[in-house]
């Protein structure tokens, strides 16, 4: 009983964060809703025993997120909690498409007959299903998964060197020219 309330509660939030995603008018309010969906999309999975998609979904999205402010603070120059913005273009093809695709996708999951299952599963799910996506990369993965972390670290450490707390610096002021403004053409009446 607790695991249906606790998978209902995940669902419920995945879908309101879903739907936060395109009613609210801030990147970075935008950009969490889309973590929180995701994040509860993966404990959901978790919920099916599936540890290993369902931490690599946790763990993609949130570093995905990271990524995605280091480019709105470093390369377009924004505050992503301040500048409000639509992330909806085309509302109405888009609103086609979407419920296009949900009739389709729901349609598939209630009138396709399910296969029934065949062999046995693995002892060890995780183990398997890694081997199954990476093959031999396993190894490599592993190795490369905390250098891609402190590489995020790192940039976003260069991207705003300052840190959280102190103010940006004051850019000096310009400098006016001694002689004052300059005048051009004829004052007086004569040629």
Known sequence: MLTTVLFIVLALVAVAAGIAVFRTDSMARATYALAA?????????????LDYIGVVTILMM??????MAIFMIMFMGMNPALMPMSMVHNKRGSLLIAGGVFLVLA????????????????PD???????????NKMLVMLTVSPLLFATLVSALVLANPRGRYRPYPKLPAPKQSESGPEHHGHTGGGH
Do not use: D
């Not at 969906?37 to 025993?49: E, I, P, R």
């Not at 349609?107 to 693995?122: I, M, N």
């Not at 799910?125 to 093959?135: H, K, N, P, R, Y």
């Open 107 to 122: 349609a598939g999951a209630l009138l396709v007959p399910w296969p029934a299952r065949r062999g046995a599963p693995a």
């Open 125 to 135: 799910l995780t183990v398997s299903l890694g081997e199954a996506i990476m093959g």
């Open 37 to 49: 969906s995701f994040v509860a999309v993966g404990a959901m999975l978790l919920q099916f025993n």
């Open 62 to 67: 949130v570093m995905e997120m990271a990524i």
